[in-house]
């Protein structure tokens, strides 16, 4: 060592102080120091100078060197250097020999409690990178500093700093991990380094004092120590950490009640501490906890508490004793007088150093215990709580991405306003959940956010690193949508345009729901506007320029009939049910008319049965009614049809039915006309009118005249066997070439002539009908025989008409009618095909039973330490089990695309598949740690596989 003598130019000092920057002598009065861990050292030192205006330039922010001379005066050696940085300057007094000035004399470290921030965020980085990276920052070199970690710590998904310095943001992440940090002096720069550690063997063990007392002042130039206490304090017994992980919410993360004393503390601790505090994610290990686990909290919380329990207090001579040593008391009496607690050793956590120019150096110390299975842990530092919240703008890892970017549990990732860092676009935060006013299990209320969205980042318990989006907001960028220019509606739109606007405006109150797709689909209630609020209607309306389905599986009710008490029933149709009554009443009356007359009576029962099914909807029916007329119009053809019943049409009055072409009424069975009053017309303005029974006999008879006539023709009559003419019992008859004449009285010839000839006759053609071929058909299972009643079907017929329809309740198919023999083809058109294209859906799982058991009770067994742990909630439990997902092969869904189809693999509809899997810890890009527990391979419960 060098002669501090000389390095002091011949002053008699044990004390140099050194300041490069200051060209002038220095002469140390006086010093006190302190050094702890997980603080910084502080020197304060009174100097004298011949120099009368030593200027803060000179100062302030310069490196220092306090060397610390030991030995006899004038051979008095450097013992101890502290070097650091002056962050504190005052001049104390002066006189024509010399100024007394002061400094504060602290590592380069301190100068970070000078960067002070009000925001910033690290995201994916663990508590280590984070200090390095700041550490960094401030142009400290990597062998400025040193990592001895006994842990991994995790990489945290967000970390923020809050209205902290860099130094006091570091200190406290240390601290809240359990890492402490010391200061040595790197021999060849002789400058301080910094050491940041979490174990015991991160302390210097080689450190031996005897207890020896000084006489006076001499101590017979041997170092040692003297007035040793001994402190005690009842601290707390045990510790439970538990928090709770929305990613995981079945899973219990309380930790078992940790005691740091194995038991050894019983009688003189007290008390059991619960910490509910949103920072692990997991429960981890009783034993060995991963490091930020609840179990690893709750250890190094009950640390903390007993690094205070005892504390060993005493003095030195020896100026190398320091923080983080390991001090070893050799006590040389043959009655020993050190307590019990130095046995082992003591862990000097402060030192304080006194010298002056008239006294020697003086070190006082400040120790706990040694103990081999546990370690001095900092006091742990509050976090800051952010009240209120921070603006940020939601984020995508695409540019201009017009939909949500959302991770499978739907939370967001978010750039905050007051970021200053540049971070990979789409990962600017933690990934954030949603605030909404309502939610459940797959139900709630969400509008997806956008990006470049304005929100508002609340935190839980107003921890800086539990940010989650509380609501969104508009800004002169992204424009709210309701202004003063239209302060009176209430508008839900998205960024698809899709609106549900409500007005409140008095007088025009409407509610408008509506999309863009289809032309503007939309549904308008009320008094109805156009964009530029000009009225355009008042009532209800749906409207698309695609198409409208209205579907009721219980029945319709369209009906322009008023309901002035709008608390009715839904349903009240008492005027639609006059209506009815009264149109079957008319059709019963005319059908005793009819019936009278024998002519056809008309089916009534059917009747009967749909008023009874229609009134209040007692059945599935479409009932229309209106009090002013309804009006069935199209340019196209319109259909009035029952595929399977009865048709009636009632009318109070005319039944009107006009054709611009030909008019055809067509029956399987009979086809009957009465009419009770005013007599029945048939006129053909223009062509013949032909009348035929083709398969039987015509009846023409009248109460009254019958007039055939022909007005500019003749009238033909001809029967192939026999033709009668009778009138009160005269008779003319004409069969097989005779002429026969008959009558009770007399025969009245009158003519100018009679002219018998010989035989003649007129051949005339004979009367021929056409012919055709029907009959229905009954729709039978091919393979069972049974009846399929309700079945959709495809009859082809000889002539390649092709007739579709759907058989009833007995499995009848409609009459079918062909003017050729021949075969009739009957296909089911909506009966799956064999085979086709499809995808793979998951009808079932197989989990193996009594092998998962077993199984999982081994892991049980070897899970070393999780007692109190409920089973199943770690995946480990489930370790190595196997289930088998079992898919079907089903047709592709009706909204698959003509793509889809035509890429899709073909297989046998029905046809099923195993897929193996086991539960296993793999890859996850969105769990915090980058793993979680799952089943592997993956497998989605709908695949879709393509063609090879």
């Known amino acids: 060592m060098e002669n501090i003598f000389k390095m002091t130019e011949g002053i008699l000092n044990r004390y140099k102080l050194d300041i490069p920057s200051c060209p002038y002598p220095l002469d140390v009065e006086r010093f006190d120091g302190l050094e702890q861990m997980s603080a910084l050292y502080h020197y304060t030192i009174r100097f004298t100078s011949s120099h009368p205006d030593l200027t803060a330039e000179m100062m302030l922010s310069k490196t220092a060197t306090l060397s610390m001379g030991v030995g006899k005066l004038l051979d008095s050696v450097v013992g101890k250097i502290v070097h650091g940085v002056v962050t504190n300057f005052r001049r104390l007094a002066g006189s024509r020999d010399q100024v007394t000035y002061e400094i504060i004399l602290e590592p380069f470290i301190s100068l970070l409690d000078k960067q002070f921030r009000t925001h910033r965020f690290f995201v994916n980085k663990s508590v280590p990178e984070v200090v390095e990276q700041i550490l960094g920052e401030h142009g400290l070199k990597r062998w400025e500093y040193e990592f001895k970690l006994k842990q991994t710590y995790p990489k945290r998904e967000q970390i923020n700093q809050y209205q902290e310095s860099d130094l006091a943001f570091i200190e406290r992440l240390l601290a809240e991990v359990g890492i402490f940090y010391f200061f040595t002096l790197q021999p060849d720069t002789q400058t301080e380094v910094v050491h940041f550690a979490d174990k015991q063997s991160a302390w210097t063990f080689d450190k031996k004092l005897p207890l020896n007392s000084p006489s006076g002042t001499n101590d017979n130039a041997v170092d040692s120590v003297w007035d040793i206490q001994v402190w005690h304090n009842v601290v707390e017994r045990s510790v439970t950490a538990s928090d709770y992980n929305h990613r995981e919410a079945q899973n219990i993360l309380t930790s078992v009640p940790a005691d740091m004393t194995r038991g050894d503390g019983d009688g003189i601790t007290y008390g059991d501490v619960y910490h509910y505090r949103p920072r692990h994610l997991e429960r981890g290990d009783k034993i060995t906890p991963a490091t930020e686990t609840g179990n690893f909290w709750a250890r190094l919380e009950h640390e903390r508490f007993l690094s205070a329990q005892t504390t060993v207090t005493g003095s030195s001579t020896d100026h190398t004793l320091g923080p983080a040593q390991v001090l070893t008391i050799i006590e040389t009496a043959i009655s020993p007088t050190l307590p019990r607690e130095t046995e082992n050793g003591v862990v000097i ?125 508009h800004d002169s960028r992204h424009v709210d949508h309701v202004t003063e220019a239209n302060s009176t509606r209430n508008v839900i739109r998205t960024a698809g345009l899709n609106k549900l606007r409500m007005e409140d405006k008095r007088g025009e109150e409407h509610v408008k729901l509506s999309t863009e797709y289809g032309g503007k689909t939309q549904l308008n209630l009320g008094h109805n506007v156009n964009a530029s609020r000009v009225l355009r209607g008042e009532g209800a309306e749906l409207r698309t320029n695609d198409w409208v389905s209205v579907r009721g599986g219980k029945g319709i009710l369209l009906t322009a009939d008023a309901q002035p008490d709008v608390g009715s029933k839904m349903l009240e149709m008492d005027r639609a049910v006059e209506q009815l009554e009264q149109a079957l009443t008319l059709a019963r009356s005319l059908q005793t008319a009819a019936k009278g007359a024998q002519a056809t009576v008309s089916d009534i029962d059917s009747q009967k049965t749909l008023n009874s099914s229609l009134k209040y909807l007692k059945m599935p029916g479409l009932l229309a009614s209106a009090p002013a007329g309804i009006g069935i119009l199209s340019p196209e053809t319109v259909r009035l049809a029952s595929g399977g019943a009865s048709i009636g049409l009632m009318s109070g009055k005319n039944t009107d039915i006009s054709a611009g072409q030909s008019f055809t009424v067509a029956a399987s069975e009979a086809v009957s006309l009465f009419a009770q009053a005013a007599g029945m017309k048939m006129y053909a303005g223009a062509g013949k009118v032909d009348i035929q029974a083709q398969a039987d006999a015509m009846n023409v008879s009248a109460l009254q005249d019958i007039t055939v006539a022909s007005g500019q023709g003749s009238v033909k009559v001809n029967a192939s066997k026999e033709l009668i003419l009778s009138c009160g019992g005269a008779y003319i008859k004409l069969s097989g070439g005779n002429i026969e004449l008959g009558c009770p009285g007399n025969i009245l010839l009158k003519a100018a002539n009679v002219n018998q000839t010989g035989p003649a006759s007129l051949d005339t053609p004979p009367v021929t009908f056409p012919k055709g071929y029907g009959g229905t058909f009954t729709v039978t299972d091919p393979e069972s025989g049974d009846i399929k009643p309700f079945t959709s079907y495809r009859v082809t017929s000889p002539d390649g008409e092709v007739l579709e329809g759907i058989s009833d309740s007995s499995g009848k198919t409609a009459p079918f009618y062909s003017s050729t023999p021949g075969n009739v083809k009957i296909e089911f058109p909506r009966e799956q095909k064999d085979e086709g294209p499809g995808h793979w859906v998951t009808v079932d799982h197989d989990y193996h039973g009594l092998k998962n058991t077993a199984i999982m009770a081994i892991n049980r067994l070897t899970s070393m330490g999780d007692e109190g742990r409920v089973f199943g909630s770690e995946g480990k439990d489930y370790m190595n089990t196997k289930r088998d997902k079992i898919q079907e092969w089903q047709p592709l869904p009706s909204d698959a695309t003509d793509e889809i189809e035509q890429q899709s693999a073909v297989h046998r509809y029905g046809e099923q598949r195993k897929v193996t899997q086991t539960f296993l810890e793999g890859d996850d890009a969105w769990a915090v740690t980058g793993q979680s527990w799952h089943w592997q391979p993956t497998t989605a419960d709908d695949v879709y596989e393509g063609s090879k």
Not at 353 to 382: D, I
Not at 432 to 452: E, N, S
Request: with cysteine; glycine share 8%; charged share 25%.
């Open 349 to 473: 956590i402060r030192t304080g150093y006194y010298g002056s120019r008239k006294n020697a150096l003086k070190v006082t110390w400040v120790a706990m215990p040694y103990y081999e299975n546990r370690c001095w842990r900092p006091a742990a530092k509050k976090r800051p709580v952010i009240s209120g919240t921070l603006t940020a703008r939601v984020t995508s890892a695409k540019d201009n991405d017009i939909y949500a970017w959302q991770d499978a549990s739907g939370m967001y990732r978010v750039k905050f306003d007051a970021d200053r860092d540049d971070k990979r676009q789409g990962m600017e935060s933690m990934p954030v959940r949603f605030a909404k006013p309502y939610g459940g299990d797959k139900y709630g209320f969400h509008f997806p956010l956008i990006q470049g969205t304005e929100v508002a980042i609340a935190f839980h318990e107003g921890d800086p690193d539990r940010p989650y989006i509380a609501h969104a907001l």
